[in-house]
């Protein structure tokens, strides 16, 4: 009940809409059986084409045409009210789902380097994509289902004893003994079911990654036909799952018309055969009970298979509501201290330690300055914690211990304070879907991107192959293409950096993805770039690649040690 709450807190606006269209539709079917009942009987003994209605003590006389083409009218009316009410609330949920994609797209926009590496990009989308659809489909629509069917069915219930207590008792006790059994099995036979289709789809979907993945290992141990037999099991259980699921949904109505149609003749020999109700009498009960029942009963039948989609659906509410608690109380980012200072004096290490948990130590008490202009290099093992200590440097990470000062004249920063004026290359580049010379200036707005000075960068840092003889801004990069090698990411990534004109530079080993002479060509190019004072701190794996820094440390062993390049 919590998680549902939060969420009310987080879509108060569109709750609030949904549930006032859902008590409108609710109420306008009411209405129309209101109109109903009281013209049934009267059309019925209606004398010579003329029925007198009696409102306020004064009666009106209208012609049976009038009225039978009148009634229409209004039902059209009020069946139009109705879609447009559906339509907002539609409108509403998706709202929703908007409003919930971008929360969570904000929060790992914002959160630490440290809290992205434990999720991968895929687990990352997934919960995009996958789940949010979850969420939409099988949580919010179908609540929005369970909310105005439970109006609907309450209303003209309640409407029913209004009218006739005896009828409703007669007509619902019965449709009780048969129904709530019924909903009960198939509420568990559909969430079984509902289960059985998950674990099936993830069992393909497994198979999918695996026969996309691990193409190099199918290829050389030619196991074609082992991970085809494997997928097309997988496939077919799938495929048997969802025929049994589909086919218990669709089963539903059959057995509700069943019991709808023996109750409506019990129910009639009862009108005619034990109390002897006249003929005209007899057809408005049957018309009542009619509407009533195919109006509220599959609604019944809908708030049963709904519940099980939000019990389905609710598993998604925890990250969303994380998401969404954290966007409202980080709604901007930390004031940037750097504005208006100038002249970038030293980095000072002071005290640093970092580790993953309390057992593991990635390195403690480290203590160095790094003045202004200096070039320096970090070289270490896998899993030394190179690309750790430039995250910490860069404030992507928070260390576990110490601090990290950028000294500019009187002031002080952070690393986080300092932002604007650090350079970042990350060892894995993305792109988005937009021109070279926009991924390079990317979040500039294009009517103020330098196109000289990318034009420069290009030239420099060897993207001639990706222009093709044509200009940064006319070449269109895809995300997702595999047309661009990590050579080229990496050298998008540095003209990225570069044209921002950074104090700092923090490069995460891009020169793992060039070959040693574009390297050197890269690295001479960069510095001959930058302005004299600006820091420059790479990490690689290679301690030929820091060739031209001043200084080299290798990170190892909980510290980082000088290298004498002599």
């Known amino acids: 009940m919590n998680d549902f709450l939060n969420i009310y807190r987080l879509f108060k606006l569109q709750v609030n809409t949904i549930a006032f269209f859902s008590i409108l539709i609710a109420f306008l079917e009411v209405l129309g059986l209101a109109a109903l009942v009281p013209v049934l009987p009267l059309i019925i003994n209606s004398t010579d084409g003329v029925v007198e209605f009696e409102i306020l003590d004064t009666t009106y006389r209208f012609k049976i045409l009038t009225v039978l083409i009148v009634l229409p009218l209004l039902y059209f009316a009020k069946n139009t009210i109705v879609i447009m009410a559906r339509y907002i ?13 971008c929360m969570t797209i904000n929060y790992y926009l914002r959160c630490s380097a440290a809290d992205m590496t434990m999720e991968s990009p895929n687990e990352v989308t997934n919960k995009l994509v996958a789940e949010i659809q979850i969420f939409t489909f099988n949580l919010l629509q179908a609540s929005v289902v ?3 069917e439970l109006f609907v069915s309450s209303l003209l219930l309640l409407a029913l004893i209004y009218y006739d207590f005896e009828m409703f008792l007669i007509l619902i006790i019965p449709l009780l003994v048969f129904m709530v059994p019924i909903l009960i099995i198939s509420s568990k036979m559909q969430a079984s079911a509902g289960q059985d289709n998950r674990l099936a789809n993830e069992g393909m979907l497994g198979e999918i990654e695996v026969a996309l993945g691990a193409f190099r290992e199918i290829r050389i141990y030619s196991l074609y036909g082992y991970i085809f037999g494997r997928f097309r099991d997988k496939s077919l259980q799938v495929a048997s799952s969802f025929t049994r699921s589909q086919s218990m949904s669709m089963a539903g109505f059959p057995i509700v018309e069943s019991i709808l149609v023996g109750v409506l003749f019990g129910f009639l020999y009862y009108l005619i055969g034990i109390i002897k109700l006249p003929n005209d009498e007899v057809i408005v009960a049957i018309s009542i009970y009619a509407f009533v029942a195919l109006r509220s009963l599959p609604g019944i039948s809908r708030i049963a298979t709904s519940i099980n989609q ?5 598993r998604t509410i925890k990250h969303i509501i994380d998401a969404g608690i954290f966007t409202r109380d980080n709604v901007h980012d930390k004031a940037n201290h750097y504005q208006g200072i100038k002249n970038l004096d030293r980095l000072q290490i002071s005290g640093l330690g970092f580790s993953y948990s309390q057992s593991v130590d990635v390195f403690k008490d480290v203590n160095v300055v790094i003045p202004a202009g200096s070039r320096v290099g970090l070289i270490g093992e896998s899993g030394s914690g190179k690309s750790t200590l430039v995250n910490i440097l860069a404030g ?25 004026k650090i350079g970042y290359v990350p060892q894995d580049v993305y792109v988005i879907n937009a021109s070279l010379a926009e991924n390079i200036a990317i979040g500039v707005p294009l009517s103020s991107i330098d196109f000289d000075y990318i034009s420069l960068l290009c030239s420099r840092l060897l993207l001639d192959k990706i222009l093709d003889g044509k200009s940064p801004s006319d070449v269109l990069l895809n995300a997702r293409s595999t047309d661009i ?3 080229q990411r990496a ?3 540095l003209a990225r950096a570069l044209y921002r004109k950074p104090e700092v530079l923090i490069l995460d080993e891009i020169t793992s993805s060039l070959d040693s002479d574009t390297s050197k060509i890269v690295l001479k190019n960069m510095f001959d770039l930058l302005p004299d004072a600006t820091i420059t701190i790479m990490n690689a ?3 030929e690649d820091l060739e031209t820094f001043d200084k080299v440390y290798r990170v190892n062993e909980l510290d980082i040690v000088s290298v004498d390049m002599l």
């Open 89 to 101: 609330n539609n409108k509403m949920v998706f709202s929703i789902k908007s409003d919930a994609e």
């Open 146 to 148: 369970i909310l105005t």
């Open 310 to 314: 939000v019990k389905f659906g609710h």
């Open 396 to 420: 992507l990470q928070a260390p576990s211990e110490g601090k990290v000062i950028y000294h500019a004249g009187n002031s002080e920063c952070s690393p986080r304070e300092f932002l604007l």
């Open 485 to 487: 090698s990590g050579g």
């Open 491 to 493: 050298r998008i990534g």
């Open 541 to 543: 794996h290679k301690l």
